[in-house]
Every structure is written in C-alpha cells, then in structure tokens.
C-alpha cells in the first residue's frame, strides 16, 4: 500500500484516469462528491476514450437522471464532455430496478465481460467520513460477501438513505490497480482507521487489500491529518 499525500490530489486522479483511458483500460469509476474535480480535470484534457470501458464502483437506486445518481454525477462531470467519437463504453449500474434485480444485472454484465474473476485495469474508490467505500457500510452484512461481485445494499449506513448497489470486497481486490481519492479534514478520522498504523477490521476500506495488484491512497494534507 503506498500512501501519497499531493496538494492536489484531483489533478493526479484526472492523469491516471486519462493515462488508462488512452490505454484502452477497464475502469471503474466510484461516486459521491469528491471525485467530481479530477473527473472534470480529466474531462478537460480532451482525451480519446473510445477504447476504454468505464463501470461504477456503486450506484444510489434513483433514476439515472436523479441529482442523487453516481451515473449522473460522472456524466455531468466527464461522460458527457468527451467529444462523443471519443466517448468510451459505458456500464452503468441500474438504480432504477432496484438493490437485486440491479446487483444481479450488473453481476451478469461484469461476468460476460470480464468473467468470474475480474480485474479491472483501475478503480477508483472514495471514503464516506464512517470509513465506507463503495456502498459497503461498517457492520453491514455486504461487507461479508464472498460469492458475488455486485450485491444489493438494503439501508444504507449513511445518507443518502435509499437503497444501493455496490461493488463487493472479492470484486475490488482483484483489481490490478486501486486508487482511493480522499480529501477533507471530515475524513481524518476514516483515514486512519482504514490505513493507520492499526487498521480497523469493521471499516470496510481497511479491508481493500489486492490478492494482485498496486493500491494507492491518495490524500491531500488535511485528510492525512490523523495518521502519524
Ligand atoms: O455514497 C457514497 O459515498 C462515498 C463517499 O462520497 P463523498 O461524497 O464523501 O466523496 C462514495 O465513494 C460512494 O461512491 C458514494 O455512493
């Protein structure tokens, strides 16, 4: 695990993001508020994404169109400013059929594409202040998953409280390369809990360690500001 400390680490994302892009990479893009700079950075970098397959770490069960969606956010902030020949494939989790029938779409997609073992190129992941990634909440039963790569989240630990589906732990550790972006001094305290000295086994983050691959904590000052 490399831990990096960058006075902008959205710039850094938006790099490694166009960098697999133009590589023709699977990715997987995750949601919330953080990411939106590095996705509009790399939207800003003109980038052909044609060869590229961009999936999502975790989707709210809204409409695709909801201002609460991850789609719509990574549309808003990236998708839709690629130039549309240079647009990439795009597999979006379908919050509108809900935490099941959702989770079992997408485990069939990632399976006919990628097979029962995936390993995504790059996934980006963020951190909710409670140490959850993805939507694996702390203490929630997904978190135990261990057959299926995509599961249905029935209450989400924090808010916005509507069902989720998410990535599950066997999915993201196998990927070649896992990047956390996190910024903010309300996310000090998840930070050391899940890459401190002492990992807390509850936090869902702590337990993002690759069977194969590279993972990357990428922080600015104010989240490091818990670890020694
Ligand atoms: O609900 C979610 O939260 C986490 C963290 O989001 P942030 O707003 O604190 O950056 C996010 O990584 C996840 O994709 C999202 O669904």
């Not at 379908?94 to 390993?119: I, N, T």
Request: aromatic residues 4%; hydrophobic residues 45%; glycine residues 10%.
């Amino acid at each position: 695990m490399e831990i990096r400390v960058e006075e902008n680490p959205a710039a850094v994302v938006a790099d490694m993001l166009v960098e697999a892009a133009e590589r023709g990479s699977h990715i997987v893009l995750t949601g919330g508020s953080t990411p939106k700079l590095a996705y509009e950075l790399a939207a800003g970098k003109g980038a052909n994404w044609s060869g590229s397959t961009v999936w999502f770490s975790d989707e709210r069960c809204v409409p695709p169109e909801s201002g609460l969606s991850n789609f719509r956010m990574a549309t808003d902030a990236l998708l839709g400013r690629i130039m549309r020949d240079q647009r990439p494939a795009v597999m979006r989790m379908q919050g509108e059929l809900g935490p099941d029938a959702g989770a079992a779409a997408y485990e069939a997609d990632v399976r006919e594409q990628l097979g029962g073992s995936p390993r995504w190129d790059l996934v980006l992941l963020g951190l909710g202040p409670d140490a959850h990634c993805a939507s694996l909440f702390p203490g929630k039963p997904e978190v135990e998953e261990r057959q299926r790569l995509v599961t249905g989240v029935e209450l989400a630990g924090m808010e916005p409280q509507v069902p989720r589906i998410s990535l599950t732990l066997p999915a993201i550790n196998g990927a070649r390369k896992v990047v956390f972006l996190i910024t903010g001094k309300d996310k000090a305290k998840a930070v050391a809990r899940a890459f401190g000295d002492a990992p807390d086994p509850v936090s869902p983050a702590a337990r993002v360690r690759l069977s194969a691959g590279e993972l990357v904590i990428l922080l600015d000052e104010a989240a490091a500001g818990g670890l020694k």
